[in-house]
């Protein structure tokens, strides 16, 4: 009895140490993957994020530095979205950290409690007449046509 209880003790505290994770793709409100991982604050974003897609079989191109694709995305001229003559919007991968964007790749940035959340989602520029009007804006929120057309 007293070695259950001490895994359960034990078990909850590993569980409850873990960094959260999700992945949404330019489709979707909900993660289109997401759990827990157990946090090691000496590797930075990236490097837990190559961790975490490779353990989980996520398909990824890129590195800690950064990725030009996750779950397969379009990469270079096919990530381009052309609203019209004088708008397109340019997609790729953003990351925020506990619900904020940083200013720096993800190898530059460490977690600080083994309890933060790592969110991974598709993202997307405009450029209006030759002049960037946002950053990072999530693509699920406007679902574009050549990412979500239905089949």
Request: net charge negative; aromatic share 12%.
């Amino acid at each position: 009895m007293r070695t259950a209880l001490l895994v359960l003790i034990l078990g909850w505290g590993l569980s409850a140490q873990a960094v959260s994770w999700k992945v949404f793709d330019a489709c979707h409100d909900e993660p289109v993957h997401s759990g827990q991982h157990s946090a090691d604050l000496d590797k930075s974003v990236g490097e837990l994020s190559v961790e975490i897609f490779n353990l989980h079989k996520i398909s990824y191109v890129g590195a800690a530095e950064g990725f030009n694709s996750i779950l397969n995305t379009p990469i270079g001229l096919d990530s381009i979205e052309v609203v019209s003559d004088v708008e397109m919007r340019v997609y790729g991968w953003c990351y925020s950290v506990n619900g904020k964007q940083p200013d720096s790749m993800a190898h530059k940035i460490f977690l600080t409690h083994p309890t933060d959340e790592i969110v991974w989602f598709y993202a997307y520029s405009t450029n209006l007449y030759n002049e960037w009007m946002n950053y990072c804006r999530p693509a699920n929120e406007i679902k574009a046509e050549q990412f979500c057309s239905k089949p």
